[in-house]
């Protein structure tokens, strides 16, 4: 008997079925595998500095002009003020013994090995206080030196130290220091648009070979 | 009679109710269905692959974006693994990338330089190398508190000179680089911006990092200028991370 031609049309597109897709999902698998594995996990950012100073070496007369270095030796870094009311002084900050703590471990619980590692956090205090005195508010840029074989690591965290503001002035230990947040102040630009921006403890820095 | 039945999946044909199929009552109808598809020889539906395909084609979209949308894509590896810092710049593109890690400097993705690398003396293997990227996790390696050298062999620096601070092979490939882009963005109408970004290995020295710069900061052109700004890649890490 002849089939209606709405059930005829009916009957053709139930013969085509479903499109093969598992192939093409095959393929999709691999692919999405291939990509996860390819994808960078890790927030990757930069750091900004300016064109390094060569000292030519040779006394002179001291300068006028405030200048603060840090240099980075093999066990401490050493902070070096020249020029203002504080000419050629040097403060020291050794390197301290640190105990690994694991992420999400309170500082208090801190179970990790103990090894020695530059005192990032006193040098920050120190920095910090140096701010704060009348000779340096208005001074924003310092110089990073250190000794031939001091890995990058140490420098981008020493940059670290003496770049931005952290909530606190001080801290107790490597893990607290670590884990601190960027104090940020508010800022009222030209057009009085007010804004929320981390605050600068030396943010220009120059590297300075010596 | 039983043949019959058999033939007709055990239902009596003449039990079926007659008239339209649309006016069947619905279990009826179903049977009816299925045995229709049986004879037909098509397969019963079995799971619908089509939401799934939608889903991973999503996902696959999206990684093919995370993985070419960032401008600085750096991968970490058994001789590069980067600095940790609280930095928070972002990476902008029309930037020359130097890549320092521990056995080559990379211009461009092209190796210009190699960099020998002695740990206590001894030549550097890749069993070191793994040793010294678990030295994050377990400081009190005794690998961590080796002396690693790594560092650019005589040769290639100016005049053979091994106090020199300016890489030849490396100024050289840096001057037609830049060369090249000063012309391109004369062509274009832009700026040259002379924005250098060094990727560099965690573990190399302050020497072998201010080479690097001060060759960069020796590339340029008379009047036209040159590389002068500088950015590090690191990992961001810290409580704002």
Known sequence: MAIPSDRRHKTELEELGDPDLIPIMSIMCILIVLLVVMLVMYDVKLQEISLPKFSTGGGGAASKVLNLAVLVGKDQHVIKIQGGGTEGKEVIVKKKKVRLCAATAACEDCSGPEYEDYDYAGLYAELYKLKESKDFTEVDSINIGADDNVRWQVIARTIDAVRQKLDKPVFPDACTYDRAFPLKVKRVAEDGKESQVIADLFPKIVFVML | ?241
Not at chain 2, 30 to 54: C, N, V, Y
């Open chain 2, 1 to 241: 009679m039983a043949n019959n039945e058999e033939k007709n999946n055990g239902v009596d044909i003449n039990q079926l109710p007659s008239g339209p199929v649309e006016e069947w009552d619905p279990e009826k109808k179903a049977q009816a269905l299925a045995r229709r598809k049986k004879r037909r020889g098509e397969k019963p539906l079995g799971l619908s692959i089509t939401s799934l395909m939608d889903i991973t084609t999503i996902i696959m979209f999206f990684l093919m974006m995370s993985g070419t949308s960032d401008p600085l894509n750096v991968t970490q590896g058994l001789k590069m693994q980067l600095a940790n810092s609280t930095a928070n710049v972002s990476a902008a593109d029309d930037t020359i990338t130097i890549l320092v890690d521990r056995t080559h400097i990379v211009l461009d993705g092209k190796a210009v330089v190699e960099i020998d690398c002695t740990i206590d003396k001894g030549q550097c293997t890749d069993a070191d190398f793994e040793k010294l990227n678990k030295c994050e996790a377990s400081p009190d390696d005794e690998i961590c508190s080796k002396e690693i050298r790594l560092e650019v062999n005589k040769q290639d620096k100016e005049k053979a000179d091994p106090n020199s601070l300016i890489i030849e092979p490396l100024r050289k490939e840096l001057d037609k680089l830049v060369k090249e882009q000063m012309t391109e963005n004369e062509a274009l109408g832009r700026k040259f911006k002379g924005v250098v970004t060094l990727i560099l290995d965690r573990n190399i020295p302050f020497r072998l990092f201010m080479e690097v710069i001060y060759t960069a900061g020796k590339v340029g052109v008379k009047g036209k200028g040159g590389l002068s700004q500088f950015r590090f890649a690191i990992v961001r890490v810290g409580a704002g991370a």
